[in-house]
T-cell receptor, first 114, second 113 residues
Framework: ETGVTQSPTHLIKTRGQQVTLRCSSQ?????VSWYQQALGQGPQFIFQ???????GRGNFPPRFSGLQFPNYSSELNVNALELDDSALYLC?????????????FGPGTRLLVL | GESVGLHLPTLSVQEGDNSIINCAYS??????FIWYKQESGKGPQFIID?????DKRQGQRVTVLLNKTVKHLSLQIAATQPGDSAVYFC????????????FGGGTRLMVKP
């Protein structure tokens, strides 16, 4: 196990609703990255938080937003849910943000949008 | 855009045989490459990594080979076991993107007893 935990494990929402997903990073890690993994595909980078600030963002619309707290846990918020948002949402923590800093993934939250 | 991709979606091998999973990447600015294993219902698990200044790195039963000339990465698993059955992803880390990763599409490895 990586020590990265996510909640909830599964979630069902309807189109137009909002959702908040949570992630607790591994002890000693100050960086959390979020990824979206559609069925049968590789994870896609959403954004990264480092010391409570957004440190980088992938090609996702502004309705995907996040937070990082002083204890380095993090939230992913998605507004105005669309059917295509159905996916496994993964968070990964790392000790820092440098190239080569290994990311350790949690088990994911599976979101289904109806 | 630049991306990491895999040639084969599914690889089936006999238990005890060696497995080779391939990956092509297109971003010549990538400095760091990682292989992850993902079992059903779980998050990706780090297997092995390699930096761009190396062409080979060995772990326990696994070896990663990097050919920068043709932008190719491979994962070799020796004496494949049923527990190796999973989806394998390669990921690249461009040198101007911190440790943010670009993943390929994955290869499913199935080990026959």
């Amino acid at each position: 196990e990586t020590g990265v935990t996510q909640s909830p494990t599964h979630l069902i929402k309807t189109r137009g609703q909002q959702v908040t997903l949570r992630c607790s990073s591994q002890s000693g890690h100050n960086t959390v990255s979020w990824y979206q993994q559609a069925l049968g595909q590789g994870p896609q980078f959403i954004f990264q938080y480092y010391r409570e600030e957004e440190n980088g963002r992938g090609n996702f619309p502004p309705r995907f937003s996040g937070l990082q707290f002083p204890n380095y846990s993090s939230e992913l918020n998605v507004n105005a849910l669309e059917l295509d948002d159905s996916a496994l949402y993964l968070c990964a923590s790392s000790p820092n943000t440098g190239v080569g800093e290994t990311q350790y993934f949690g088990p994911g939250t599976r979101l289904l949008v109806l | 855009g630049e991306s990491v991709g895999l040639h084969l979606p599914t690889l089936s091998v006999q238990e005890g045989d060696n497995s080779i999973i391939n990956c092509a990447y297109s971003n010549s600015a990538s400095d760091y490459f990682i292989w992850y294993k993902q079992e059903s219902g779980k998050g990706p698990q780090f297997i092995i990594d390699i930096r761009s200044n190396m062409d080979k790195r060995q772990g326990q039963r696994v070896t990663v080979l990097l050919n920068k000339t043709v932008k190719h990465l491979s994962l070799q698993i020796a004496a494949t076991q049923p527990g190796d059955s999973a989806v394998y992803f390669c990921a690249e880390n461009p040198n101007n993107a911190g440790n943010m990763l670009t993943f390929g599409g994955g290869t499913r490895l199935m080990v026959k007893p």
